[in-house]
């Protein structure tokens, strides 16, 4: 293409970009207006560069911007071959639809080890020319089954806001004082807020060294996340995926701004420049922005769920970068280990002695006070054979009748405690 022509071109699609992105505006203030709309964006997510572009910030010094940017091209720093990464999803509701049920969060934990393993269903379909860039990731995720001060856990929360507008996308989402709900230690655990976001974003996540510890994290509308009582094209898990990209350094493949999309990138090498987010679309290979075949099947772009399917070999070692280096804990944590249970003994025991039995039945009532047990013993049609009141802690004797021979039950009752033993009778 001459190079008149080639610059005209550029213009024109530089001012397309600009009208689409008043029209983007344009509808998400009818959204923010019509406050049910569904999602229609895919994320918020502020980058390092446009962070440190806009208002300073004490939480994210330029070093700490600059280093994200450089995107070593070290090692990553752990052995393991596989990362767990501990996640505690905080469910803060105003209606009850927004109180999503364990299930579906469920389902959104199998579609990120599906996603940053490589075994989701898309693999296959990977055009050929970015089949050999395929990457998995190695990172696996958990519901934590442990908390921050050692005690048992489903990895879940559930917070009733009075907020009904939408508080997700706001910063009283990660304030318990403010409608929210506190974030535990972000040090060790992957922070998942659940909740309805008034206008058309979707989720939104924090860059490393972009917020304070209170406020980092993820946050994804209850509309998008998971599987199930969700709705297209934003129904597969998929919009977690992308901000968790964004969690572990990742930026949009068209890079921090589409305004010069082709003069700069995402910071990885085997991502090819593009200049269209595919907002809304499910291309067919091979479409162009610029230079190369765009790769709108990366989990980066704002393809619809389904169109998605590939993280790369670079934006794995952007991630693990950004592991190592800025989210450390999350290597050593140990909150997705099994926490071992230490079942109290019961404090009270029906002790039989001699069993099975011929004509005469010997038992105590083993307990730690002195409370009257009401007992009898049935067969196993629950017909009485006897019945009496006896104290604890003291060997009872009952005579059998003669008639009484095969299985029994042996059942004292003291409130709402209740025991019960097997009786054989020859």
């Known amino acids: 293409m001459p190079k008149r022509r080639q610059t005209l071109a550029i213009f024109e699609k530089q001012v397309r970009m600009k009208y689409s992105a008043i029209l983007l505006l344009a509808g998400m203030a009818f959204f923010s207006a019509t406050l049910e709309a ?94 050999n860039r395929i990457a998995d990731v190695e990172f696996e995720f958990c519901l934590a089954s442990v908390t921050p001060d050692g005690q048992p856990t489903s990895g879940i929360t559930r917070t009733f806001t009075n907020n009904s507008v939408g508080i997700g996308g706001t910063k ?51 509309r998008q996340f998971g599987t199930f009582n969700v709705q297209p094209p934003y129904h597969l898990g998929r919009t977690c995926t992308h901000e968790i990209g964004h969690y572990f350094n990742l930026e949009h493949v068209w890079g921090p701004n589409l305004d010069s999309c082709c003069e700069e990138d ?46 790369t070999k670079g934006q794995k070692m952007r991630m693990w970068d950004a592991l190592s280096q800025y989210r450390p804990g999350l290597l050593n944590s140990t909150a997705c280990e099994m926490v071992p249970t230490v079942e109290e003994p019961p404090s009270e025991t029906l002790s039989l002695y001699g069993n099975p039995v011929q004509d005469r039945l010997l038992f105590e009532i083993k307990s730690k006070d002195s409370a009257v047990w009401k007992v009898q013993l049935s067969d196993l049609l629950g017909r009485r054979i006897f019945y009496l009141t006896c104290p604890a802690n003291l060997v009872q004797s ?3 009748p003669s008639s009484a021979a095969g299985v029994f039950f042996l059942e004292a009752v003291a409130g709402d405690r209740r025991i019960v033993a097997k009786v054989a009778v020859f």
């Not at 229609?40 to 997510?45: I, K, T």
């Not at 752990?78 to 905080?90: G, L, M, Q």
């Not at 990660?174 to 974003?201: E, S």
């Open 38 to 131: 569904q999602p229609s964006r895919r994320c918020l997510s502020l980058s390092p560069s446009s962070y440190m572009q806009g208002a300073a910030s004490k939480n994210a010094p330029a070093s700490v911007a600059d280093s994200l940017h450089a995107g070593s091209t070290a090692s990553p720093l752990s052995t393991r071959a596989v990362v767990k990464i501990p996640v505690v999803v905080h469910v803060v509701w105003n209606k009850t639809e927004e109180n999503i049920s364990d299930e579906q969060i469920f389902s959104q934990i199998e579609v990120l080890n599906r996603d940053f393993r490589a075994t989701n269903l898309e693999i296959p379909d990977i055009p050929a020319i970015f089949q």
């Open 172 to 222: 009283a989402i990660h304030y318990t004082n403010l409608g929210g709900k506190d974030a535990w230690d972000a040090m060790h655990y992957l922070n998942i807020w659940v909740a309805k976001f008034a206008g058309g974003v979707g989720g939104v996540a924090t860059f490393p060294g972009t917020s304070s510890p209170a406020e980092d994290g993820v946050q994804i509308d209850y």
């Open 398 to 400: 009952a005579e059998l």
């Open 266 to 311: 995402d910071f990885v090498a085997d991502t090819p420049n593009a200049c269209e987010s595919y907002l809304h679309q499910c291309p067919v290979h091979p479409v162009f922005s610029c230079a190369e075949p765009d790769m709108f099947m990366n989990f980066m772009f704002y393809t619809d769920d389904a169109c998605m399917g590939m993280f």
